[in-house]
Nanobody, 120 residues
Framework: QVQLVESGGGLVQAGGSLRLSCVAS????????MGWYRQAPGKQRELVAT???????NYADSVKGRFTISRDNAKNTIYLQMNTLKPEDAAVYYC??????????????WGQGTLVTVSS
């Protein structure tokens, strides 16, 4: 069984920083793309940032220059460094991975989510 486990959420004041982590574990052949999405109350889930196995990154315009996604392929782990947090960044942050459990079997997984609360 393959799963994603996030950690690092919490309460922070506006202007502060948090670092999220997501570890993929289980029968993994390779992980192609990993990323972070978020969902605020009453809103749709939205892309925050993604990173490929080769290290190419993509960010939502709203977080460019403040958030940094990084990846440790050896540990099947991604990180999201969030700086200069704003109240509108408050949401449940979900880890997502597009991976393979063999050369021919592809899966898309979601983590259980980690809550980020930003006080003004």
């Amino acid at each position: 069984q393959v799963q994603l486990v996030e950690s690092g959420g919490g309460l922070v004041q506006a202007g502060g920083s948090l670092r999220l982590s997501c570890v993929a574990s289980g029968n993994i052949f390779t992980i192609n793309v990993m990323g972070w999405y978020r969902q605020a109350p009453g809103k749709q889930r939205e892309l925050v940032a993604t990173i490929t196995k080769g290290g190419s990154t993509n960010y939502a315009d709203s977080v460019k220059g403040r958030f940094t996604i990084s990846r440790d392929n050896a540990k099947n782990t991604i990180y999201l460094q969030m700086n200069t947090l704003k109240p509108e960044d408050a949401a449940v942050y979900y880890c997502n991975a597009g991976l393979q459990t063999s050369a021919y079997r592809y899966l898309e997984l979601w983590g259980q989510g980690t809550l980020v609360t930003v006080s003004s």
